[in-house]
């Protein structure tokens, strides 16, 4: 499976951005898609998650309220839609994809076996 992301861009504060993340390959009913950011100097940092057959959802405390994560079956395409953007949510925000989950590792990077290339995205006025 390969992951490609898109979306990213420069805008201000309090503005809303849509990524997408397409998965090229079958995506089981049981994998779990997710959402990480790095910010410079820091270390990746779990986003959202969602389980592709259920649609259950996760979500960091930072952006719980103002980000919805979803998945398109057809398109095979997860989206971050995001709201209420703030300076600090500026980072590389990943896709990436757990195809035999479990829910203790959702917030962790090393859980997740396909990573997409990554998508910058920057908020500032």
């Known amino acids: 499976v390969q992951l490609q992301a898109s979306g990213g861009g420069l805008v201000q504060p309090g503005d809303g951005l849509r990524l997408s993340c397409t998965a090229s390959?079958?995506?089981?009913?049981?994998?779990?898609l997710g959402w990480f950011r790095q910010a410079p100097g820091k270390e990746r940092e779990f986003v959202s998650a969602?389980?592709?057959?259920?649609?259950?959802?996760y979500y960091a405390d930072s952006v719980r309220g103002r980000f919805t994560i979803s998945r398109d079956n057809a398109e095979n395409t997860v989206y971050l839609q995001m709201s209420g953007l703030k300076p600090e949510d500026t980072a590389v925000y990943y896709c990436?994809?757990?195809?035999?989950?479990?829910?203790?590792?959702?917030?962790?990077?090393?859980?997740?076996?396909?990573w997409g290339q990554g998508t910058l995205v920057t908020v500032s006025s």
């Open positions: 390959g079958r995506i089981g009913s049981n994998w779990r």
């Open positions: 990436a994809a757990d195809p035999d989950p479990i829910l203790s590792t959702t917030r962790r990077p090393t859980a997740y076996n396909y």
């Open positions: 969602i389980k592709w057959g259920s649609r259950h959802t």
